[in-house]
T-cell receptor
Framework: EPEVTQTPSHQVTQMGQEVILRCVPI?????FYWYRQILGQKVEFLVS????????KSEIFDDQFSVERPDGSNFTLKIRSTKLEDSAMYFC???????????FGEGSRLTVL | DQQVKQNSPSLSVQEGRISILNCDYT??????FLWYKKYPAEGPTFLIS?????DKNEDGRFTVFLNKSAKHLSLHIVPSQPGDSAVYFC??????????????FGKGTKLSVKP
């Protein structure tokens, strides 16, 4: 069964460092998303991406965050200068045009020290 | 601002019985609703969805009911099995498919099914 894969599964970084989280969406999907879940809190939307551009983003997705699809398969989330409060589980998701079901990856746990 | 609310953080049910998970929403623009199941250290897994033109959708042991006038939906699992023990998230969006906006999640309900 096709699945969304994410790397790394866990990354520990120092505050102020740049982090790139990678995702390989399901191959025939056209819509890509990043969500995050801070420990003990709800899953929150960060950004959606379609046709090589951001289609929607939340207040959380400030100038420190960026996304790109550099090679047509990977979908990356970059955090330019990490803060302690960026520590969370980051989930990538993808969906196709005809359905509203998002398929999530297993997540990348980011720990900022 | 909780647009999607799951007021029960946890629910315990005996194996074989019905599990009913509830979800309320405040945004009347929502027209597509989904339930996700999440095990520890895994991403949310899609379970079942319903659009606002329906009031019921069934898939095997899982049934979702939508009451638009009450802005309430529920997930019924019959019969419940120990493997159903997980956190269940209700989510909602405006639009569907290509026109879908982002998913708004509830805080989740942890279901424990006891053998």
């Amino acid at each position: 069964e096709p699945e969304v894969t994410q790397t790394p599964s866990h990354q520990v970084t120092q505050m102020g460092q740049e982090v790139i989280l990678r995702c390989v969406p399901i191959s025939n999907h056209l819509y890509f998303y990043w969500y995050r879940q801070i420990l003990g809190q709800k899953v929150e939307f960060l950004v959606s991406f379609y046709n090589n551009e951001i289609s929607e983003k939340s207040e959380i997705f400030d100038d420190q965050f960026s996304v790109e699809r550099p090679d047509g398969s990977n979908f990356t989330l970059k955090i330019r200068s990490t803060k302690l409060e960026d520590s969370a589980m980051y989930f990538c998701a993808s969906s196709d045009y005809n359905t509203g079901e998002l398929f999530f990856g297993e997540g990348s746990r980011l720990t900022v020290l | 601002d909780q647009q999607v609310k799951q007021n029960s953080p946890s629910l315990s049910v005996q194996e074989g019985r019905i599990s009913i998970l509830n979800c309320d929403y405040t945004n009347s623009m929502f027209d597509y609703f989904l339930w996700y199941k999440k095990y520890p250290a895994e991403g949310p897994t899609f379970l079942i969805s319903i659009s606002s033109i329906k009031d019921k959708n069934e898939d095997g042991r899982f049934t979702v009911f939508l009451n638009k006038s009450a802005k309430h939906l529920s997930l019924h699992i019959v019969p419940s099995q120990p493997g159903d023990s997980a956190v269940y998230f209700c989510a909602a969006s405006v639009g569907y498919g290509g026109s879908q906006g982002n998913l708004i999640f509830g805080k989740g309900t942890k279901l424990s099914v006891k053998p």
